[in-house]
Every structure is written in structure tokens, then in C-alpha cells.
């Protein structure tokens, strides 16, 4: 059991402008940028398109630096898109802010993204990657596949280590990086050293992004992290934020469907309560196979009650048996259909999982943590918690449980969301095997 | 310069089945395949669906063991597509086969080809994965995360490491498994060791391919391997095989983008002339730049005759050096890219690289190799050279040099091809930086 004492003051992680030096000093990013008024003048001689679609000279500005991130090779142009609105029906560009760019989970997400199958064929998008001072190399090489790609929709990407450069004007935050737990290091440390970021990653949110930028963090402990976030951005609705737990509601799919002898596409209303952790509690008595509740079709009480919540959450650990490394593409996937969940509508009957502020929620959880319910959308980026669900004895101990595993890492953390001195009582270690 | 005669009878690498019985003693696949007869029994009471469009109930059937390789986990379970073809106007599942698909490159496209963003939102399709003895636990990751991932289209996946078993009716080869160049290992010793592995490939997909299956190599040296392949299997149209050269098709295009200061999407008509090497030619007297000739608009005849070039060629160097891993996900989008050229028509007026059999071709180039060259296609996965090119001294040149350099590959293999003893006398090293 740990019990710290942490220095409200020792939060600030916000970079010396030294740091920044780096960037103009050493990349050579700025190369790049240093062709946009050469191309200007070149471009008055471009008379002609070659395809039907194209029929528009795009004008090419530059880049103001003044509070952006740097810009990369091929997207320091940065083009007139009235064209395409106008000739392909294209919707206003987009930015979407994505922190840990340079990881594995980022390097399947930003392609997805990219490529339009996460916001659509007819939506431009910018993509601005947040890294660190170590992964900066690293970032530029994603920024350099992103330019060999061609992605038609793909209008910018920058790259930065400042958050409140890289956030500007965000409509969507996709937080992924978080510091590993390095040898030794207790949970609460672990909560500390990740809330830090997450603190300052929400005032960087709070003073530049859009007044309506939908976060979703995945950077664990991901449900303590959002609430630290969301405290420190006061000006963003604390409704916009999530925790992911879209990949447990995944596996909690996969692990019914193999026990039930179908195909995934048949379980639905399945709902993870809680907490990203061994404590969550994938829900099978409101699940349904086929239509049917999964009770009526899985008769195993006991493999409901014991093997199958282990198996969501030993999937990760496993998976790092096999692989060798933690999930990196079913994690960016689960990514995408969190951000889907939120743009489409939910098909009627069902709902999605998603780690939630529970300030007024239905089912009598405590409310000032972020704990995943079930959510609908109307596709509008907004959400709303389905009210007919039903409980068992079984069901309300086990939310109880990780209900109160939140409320203690809320406590371990209340010098981050400016509610005084922390004191941190953490239970066991409730990590998800194979993750960090 | 490397001289070496090799044996011909040292070719076969077919795995013996000692090796293939080690995939049944140790592996938990059988475990979930066994779930099958139960599932049966308790789907006969499943008998309404939650969704619109599912409202049939699907027949469960359990795996063939004979000559097919191990299904896995939830893919086990073989499903009537009928109603989904009924109901959703889905086509009839197609095969694509993967090899080298524990490997990054594969850990992007995998994902990709289940999402349906390849062959579209109605194409059903089965995953068949090649691995090796020592890829096989990795393997299971990749089918886990697939699984997980709950693709609605993604109807069966297998894994094996008989290329005899797992190509079996592949409509699709995607050959990216390649060893790589061990320390001190000429190219010679690289062709033999790549090319026994694409010889016995080539064998394989004669045997139990599709008789139209399509077939695109990248694994290295890919041209060369791909005439291996076709040659070991005359029973399908040698036209039918590809080598990649989309990737520097591509990086090409993004650096004649930056050099004239337009977007990507502006830039056309780009071939990859010859090897994937050191020796290919990126082409930019018939490039084309918002519809104009390059050169019209890039008056730097010196960047384009010797920069242009080493920029693309050397890209995977800079992107190893930045990003500390050879590209994974911009050729996995390039495999992608050369998938969707063969099943959609090329826009008018432009065309796609790709390095195909040079029988027939229309630019006097030598037959009996595999050369990129400029194609187009009706979409019907077939696919024609294109004529109106032009060439220049210049151009000319570039091209002899590279088709030497294939000539020289091809001798070096004869005794994978059955023409005989082969003789190395290759040039100096010509693999692209950054690659293998």
C-alpha cells in the first residue's frame, strides 16, 4: 500500500523556451518551410489541371510561426481549399491534435485518420502531432510517411513539443502518451508522473483549443488522467471528455461471441463499468447475442462470472506473449470506433462504452470521476447515457468496487485537480496485464 | 563483384512435416477450434437478431482440417455468408493470402484489408497468413488483434506456415516475407536465399492458387523474386504478378510536389522505371505537374537529373535514420494504392507504376524480366502499357542501366527459373538504403 504526500507546486511540466530552441536549431524542418515563397512565384505559371476534379490553382501562403507548431516538408504549403470545398463538396478542415505521434498505437491511428475512414471521404484534415524533446527524429520520420502516402485529404501536419503550440484550435485531442512505469515504481508515482502531463496538457487545452474540442485520452491510467485533464481545462465542457475503454468493450465482444458460437457482429449493448483497470466490469447481464440477453444464451453462470471478465482482461497480457509487444493496431482501432461512436449515430437499441464525467448519471455512481457507462450519440460529436439498463446484486458489488477505486485515485491525485493536499490509499495493483 | 554458381537441387525449402506437426502438438488454436460442435448445438436456440440487417440466423460449420492451414479463435467458426449476401448485397468472399504477416509492414495492411477500406464496404473476405516456425506465436498476436478489432467484413482468418496449405485458393498473394541480408552477405547470396523462398512460393500458388490469383511481391529483391515466383508457376498468366514499385512511384511524386510548391495531389503520370534498386528511374519527362510537362514548370534540369532521383532513393535511408525502423506504414499504403490500381480504372489521361513480366512490351525493353513499367487498368484487376510515353537520351540511358542490372539478377537465379546453371555477375550493390 502506498501512501504519498505529493508538492501541489511540483506539477509544472510546461517546457523552457531552451527546449524549444532546440527544434529551431537543430531539425531541418525549417528547409523545408523555407521553399513557400520560392513556390509562390512559381506557382503563377501553373495554368492547368490534369484532372476533372482539380480545375482550381490552389494558392499556396506561408506558414505564420508565430504560436504554431513547426510545419513538415510537403504541408508547410499550406493551400487555399475553397477549391475543393466548392469542386468535391469538402467540409471546412479540421484539426485534430494527437499526443505520444511517434508510438506505435499513433503510428496505426494517424494513417486511419489520413486516409478519411475515420471522419469521411468529403473532410479535409490537419494533423497536429504532439511528441517529446527524445521522440522529435521520430516524429519527423511519421511526418515523412505521412508525405509519401498522398493522402488526398491530409491538408497539414505539424509537429511539436509544446503543447500549447501543437493544441491550438483542436476540434479533437486524441491523448495517447503517457510515461511508462519504470522499475520499482508504485502505482501512485505512476498516477503522479502521467497526471502531471495530463494536468498541463488540459491548461494547454483550456487556453488554445477549440471551445468544443471532444478529448479522448488512452494514456493510462486513462480514467484519472481525463478527470485531471478536464479539472484543469475549466472552459471546455467536462462533458467532452473520455476515457477509452472501447478496446475492453471490444475483447468483452470477442471473448462472448467465441463462448456463444457466433459471429461478433451479433453480441451487442455491451458495456464496460469503471474504471481501465482489473477492477472494470465488462457487464454481461444487460449484453445481448443475437437479440437475445446473454444469459439466455451462454448458460455458464460461472464462466459469465469468473472466466469471462478475466479473459478481457488478460487479452492485453496475453497478447504481449504471443506478440511480443503491448496492442498497438486493435488499440488504434478501438480508437477509431470511439471517435465513429461520437460523429455517427448509434444504431437503434444499442449503445457504446466510453469512460465519462459522471456528474449526473442515472445509475447512482459517485459522481466528480471519470467512469465508463453506456453512452448513445446522435452522430453530433455529443453523447447521452442510456437510461434502461438493469442491475443484480452481482452487478452493483462489482461497480462498487471499482467506483471505489476511482474515488481513491481521485484522492491520490488532488493536488492536480486543485482540490488540496493528496493522500493516496491506492488498493493493490489494478494494472491491466500488458499494458505500459 | 560477386561470382557464384549454386546448385540446383539446393532450391527446396518445403517445410517438412516434422516442422508442421509442431503447429497442432503446442498451439492453443485446436483449443478454440473445439468450440465449434457446442456452439452448434446452442445456436438452435437463437432465434431473433438486434440489428436491421441481421436478421438471419447464421449456420455454423466446423473447419475442414484436410489441406487447409489452422483457423483461428473466433474465425473457427465458418459462417453462411448466404445471408449477408442476401440482405446486405454483399459479394462472395474472396481469399487473400499474406506472407510475412507477423512483420510490421503486414501489422498495417492486415488491418487495412479487414477494415474493407480495400476492397470496399460489400467485399467479405478471408485472411490467410504466412509465417514462419518462428513467427508462428506472433501470428496468433496479429489473428488476436484481428479479432479484437471486430471487422464486420473479415469472415475467416488462418494462419500456417505451409505456404502449400495457406494459399490455397488465394484470389490475392500479397508476398511480403523476405529474410533479410545477414553481415557480410553479398547480393548473389541474397537473390539464392530470397529467391529459393519465392521459387518455392511460386510452386505453391501454382499448385492451389486461384488459377487468376493475383500476386504482388515486396519482398526484396522484389523484381527478381517476382520472376522467380511467375516462373515457378505457369499455370498462371506471368501477367498476373507484380512487383512493388509503388512506394517510390509515390515518394517520387511527393518530391517533384515539394520541389514545385503544389500539393501531392497535383502531380501525375509518374513511372518507376526498372529495378527496385538503386538503379530504377523515377521519371520526369513524362511527370506531369497540375497537367503541364515538369520540366515546364521545375526548370531546375539539374535537381531533376540528379537530385530528384537520390531524394527518392534515399528517402528510406533519411526515414530509417529519423524513425530508427525501414517504413512500414507508407508501404503498406503503397500496397494499398497498387491493390486499388488493378480493381478501380485509372483516372483518365494518367497511369500507375508497377514491375511486370516485360514480355510484349511496347518500349523495346528486354523480355523475360520483371521491369516497371507504366500501366493502366479497367478496374477489372487486369491491366495495359501504356503507349504515348516519350523518351530522351537521357532516359534511354537510365533505363539500359537497370535493365543490365535485371539481366544480371535473372542470370544469377537461372537455377531458380529452370534456365539452367546460374552465373553471378552482378554490379556493385544496388539495394535501396533503408531497406532489409
Not at 250 to 272: E, H, P, W
Not at 338 to 357: C, K, M, N, Q
Request: glycine share 8%; with cysteine; proline share 6%.
Amino acid at each position: 500500500m502506498a501512501v504519498t504526500q505529493l508538492n501541489p507546486t511540483s506539477t509544472k511540466t510546461h517546457l523552457h523556451p531552451s527546449q524549444l530552441s532546440f527544434l529551431s536549431r537543430s531539425l531541418p524542418i525549417k528547409r523545408h518551410c523555407a521553399f513557400a515563397p520560392l513556390h509562390r512565384t512559381q506557382h503563377a505559371k501553373i495554368s492547368c489541371s490534369v484532372a476533372p476534379n482539380q480545375v482550381q490553382v490552389p494558392t499556396v501562403v506561408t506558414q505564420e510561426p508565430k504560436g504554431k507548431p513547426d510545419c513538415y516538408g510537403v504541408f508547410c504549403l499550406t493551400y487555399d481549399l475553397r477549391a475543393e470545398e466548392e469542386t468535391r463538396s469538402w467540409k471546412k478542415l479540421i484539426n485534430i491534435a494527437v499526443s505520444g505521434a511517434a508510438g506505435m498505437i499513433a503510428n496505426h491511428l494517424l494513417f486511419k485518420l489520413a486516409s478519411g475512414e475515420v471522419f469521411g471521404p468529403n473532410q479535409p484534415i490537419a494533423l497536429k502531432l504532439l511528441g517529446s524533446e527524445r521522440s522529435i527524429q521520430a516524429l519527423e520520420g511519421v511526418a515523412m510517411e505521412l508525405e509519401d502516402s498522398l493522402f488526398p485529404l491530409l491538408r497539414e501536419v505539424s509537429i511539436g513539443i509544446d503543447a500549447y503550440e501543437v493544441f491550438q484550435d483542436a476540434e479533437w485531442a486524441l491523448l495517447i502518451g503517457a510515461k511508462p512505469r519504470g522499475p520499482g515504481m508504485e502505482r501512485a508515482d505512476l498516477l503522479d508522473i502521467n497526471g502531471q502531463i495530463y494536468a498541463e496538457q488540459g491548461k494547454a487545452l483550456n487556453a488554445v483549443a477549440s471551445r468544443n474540442v471532444k478529448v479522448i485520452v488512452v494514456g493510462n491510467p486513462c480514467n484519472t488522467n481525463a478527470l485531471i485533464c478536464l479539472k484543469n481545462a475549466p472552459n471546455i465542457p467536462a462533458k467532452n471528455f473520455h476515457a477509452l475503454t472501447r478496446l475492453d468493450e471490444n475483447r468483452a465482444k470477442c471473448q462472448l461471441a467465441l463462448k456463444a458460437g457466433v459471429f461478433y457482429d451479433k453480441v451487442s449493448n455491451v458495456t464496460i463499468w469503471g474504471n481501465h483497470s482489473t477492477t472494470q466490469v465488462p457487464d454481461f447481464l444487460n449484453a445481448r447475442i443475437d437479440g437475445l440477453p446473454v444469459k439466455d444464451v451462454v448458460k455458464d453462470r460461472k464462466w459469465l462470472e469468473e472466466e469471462f471478465t478475466e479473459k478481457v482482461q488478460k487479452r492485453g497480457g496475453v497478447l504481449i506473449q504471443k506478440w511480443g509487444r503491448s496492442s498497438a493496431a486493435s488499440t488504434s482501432v478501438s480508437i477509431v470506433d470511439a471517435i465513429r461512436s461520437l460523429i455517427t449515430p448509434t444504431p437503434e437499441g444499442d449503445w457504446f462504452s466510453s469512460g465519462v464525467y459522471s456528474n449526473g448519471n442515472p445509475y447512482g455512481i459517485a459522481e466528480g470521476i471519470v467512469f465508463s457507462m453506456p453512452c448513445r450519440s446522435k452522430g453530433d460529436g455529443d453523447y447521452e447515457l442510456v437510461k434502461d439498463v438493469i442491475f443484480d446484486d452481482y452487478l452493483r458489488k462489482r461497480i462498487a468496487k471499482t467506483e471505489a477505486e476511482l474515488l481513491a485515485e481521485k484522492r491520490c491525485v488532488a493536488h492536480l485537480t486543485g482540490e488540496g493536499i493528496a493522500v493516496c490509499d491506492l488498493p493493490g495493483d489494478t494494472m491491466l496485464p500488458g499494458e505500459m
